[in-house]
């Protein structure tokens, strides 16, 4: 059964830079039918897409977000990451790392979910 | 202000069909597939509805899809309780190099 895990600090500075680690379990990362994705959703809001990355290293960012978004992934882990840089209370928002089948981008796995906070 | 549009809310009767409208443009639903999600109170979402119409494994018939044009729509009929939930509708988009859209969500009450 395929897990994935969200690990980071779960309290930023303003204009830091937030970074966030999912450790995918029971598959490879490195499988050619799937994106590794990281989704959001701010308190009491709606669901947003942040990127994707592909194993080999390809990725597809949101727009809006895509000057502060960097997404890795070290296949010798089987992790990807999130950086997300000059955060401020909007960045406020539970992070879910994901996995995005790659012809429908279908999210059919998702991590439990971890609350970032970004306080001074 | 999300990519695609939805109602903020819905709602019915137990045993009632209920639908869910999501609208949006050429560049994603009119040219790609739309995939549901279900989103229980405190809990990751989960995958409702796949390629418009397609139900993953262990979804009940209850639950249908369609899609026409630039707009989705999904279907819950003979309601249950267990169905309050948070619904969003989510498609790949083409423009500005591709990227996933969401709807803004639908909070379904069965009253």
């Known amino acids: 059964q395929l897990q994935l895990q969200e690990s980071g600090p779960g309290l930023v500075k303003p204009s830091e830079t937030l970074s966030l680690t999912c450790t995918v379990s029971?598959?490879?990362?490195?499988?050619?039918?799937?994106?590794w994705g990281w989704i959001r959703q701010p308190p009491g809001k709606g669901l947003e897409w942040i990127g994707s990355?592909?194993?080999?290293?390809?990725?597809y960012y949101n727009p809006s977000l895509k000057s502060r978004v960097t997404i890795s992934v070290d296949t010798s882990k089987n992790q990807f990451s999130l950086k997300l840089s000059s955060v401020t209370a909007a960045d406020t928002a539970v992070y879910y790392c994901?996995?995005?089948?790659?012809?429908?981008?279908?999210?059919?796995?998702w991590g439990q979910g971890t609350l970032v906070t970004v306080s001074s | 202000q999300s990519v695609l549009t939805q109602p903020p809310s819905a709602s019915g009767t137990p045993g009632q069909r209920v639908t869910i409208s999501c609208s949006g443009s050429?560049?994603?639903?009119?040219?790609?597939?739309v995939n549901w999600y279900q989103q229980l109170p405190g809990t990751a979402p989960k995958l409702l509805i796949y390629?418009?119409?397609q139900r993953p494994s262990g979804v009940p018939d209850r639950f249908s899809g369609s899609k026409s044009g630039t707009s989705a729509s999904l279907a819950i009929s003979g309601l249950q309780s267990e169905d309050e939930a948070d619904y969003y509708c989510?498609?790949?988009?083409?423009?500005?190099?591709?990227?996933?859209?969401f709807g803004g969500g639908t909070k379904l009450t069965v009253l």
């Open positions: 994901a996995r995005q089948e790659i012809q429908l981008w279908l999210v059919d796995y």
């Open positions: 029971g598959g490879s990362i490195s499988s050619s039918s799937y994106y």
């Open positions: 990355i592909y194993y080999s290293g390809s990725t």
């Open positions: 050429s560049s994603n639903i009119g040219s790609n597939t």
């Open positions: 390629s418009n119409n």
């Open positions: 989510a498609a790949w988009d083409d423009s500005l190099n591709g990227h996933v859209v």
